[in-house]
């Protein structure tokens, strides 16, 4: 109903301003136009009063028929209740933040089994470095009592066979004296008993 009274009022208009300019024409027909500037001034205001008391009636129609029209004009769709698509996204969102926490709390704990764990192997690389430490000197002390006692072997050993062989000279020159009777001197230049000459 509202197009069709739209396109009566858009009839009327076409109506009014053919009135007008008939008006104008007859005006002019008439000789009610004269060439002078300040008569052409009355006679456009002589027509305008004439044009408007022609409207004066349509244009009481036309707006009693536009208000009319009003009436019938479709009415915009209301729109629709969103309170249930805020509510299913709030929990949506609430239900996101809910596993974005939970995800950092467990990334949290992992991070945090993770260091415990590096601690932990800190720590016994650290007892394995203090016991491999401590038997490395153990070890170094081990060859070093070891070595001693091979040269304080040796150290005796040479001593030992000095004194054998010591002894066996001696027991030659021993001989050596009693057999011709005189003694002998050694490389010291004392015989075997240095207090007798």
């Known amino acids: 109903m509202f197009p069709m009274a739209t396109h009566l009022r858009d009839h009327l208009l076409n109506y009014y301003l053919s009135e007008a300019h008939e008006a104008v024409d007859q005006a002019q027909q008439q000789n009610l136009i004269p ?4 008569e052409q001034t009355k006679v ?24 009319a029209a009003q009436q ?3 009415q915009p769709a ?25 995800q950092m ?9 993770q260091k415990l764990q590096f601690q932990q192997q800190n720590e016994a690389v650290k007892i394995t470095d203090r ?4 038997a490395e000197k153990l070890q170094a002390e081990q060859f070093r ?4 006692s091979q ?18 000279t001696a027991k030659l020159l021993a001989a050596a004296e009693m057999a011709t009777g005189e003694k002998v001197a050694v490389s010291t230049g004392t015989g075997i008993n240095p207090g007798t000459r």
Do not use: K
């Not at 305008?48 to 707006?63: D, H, K, M, N, S």
């Open 105 to 113: 709390d467990q990334a949290r704990t992992q991070l945090e089994q």
């Open 131 to 134: 016991q491999q430490e401590r």
């Open 151 to 168: 040269r304080t072997a040796a150290q005796l050993a040479a001593r030992e066979r000095m004194n054998t062989a010591d002894n066996d």
């Open 72 to 74: 019938f004009r479709p």
């Open 35 to 38: 060439e002078q500037a300040a």
């Open 78 to 102: 209301m729109p629709p209740d969103s309170s249930m698509q805020i509510a299913q996204l709030n929990a949506q969102m609430q239900g996101q933040a809910l596993q974005q926490r939970a």
């Open 44 to 67: 456009i205001l002589q027509v305008q009063q004439f044009i408007e008391q022609q409207l004066g009636t349509f244009g009481q129609e036309l707006a009693a028929i536009d208000q």
């Open 145 to 148: 009592q070891m070595a001693e």
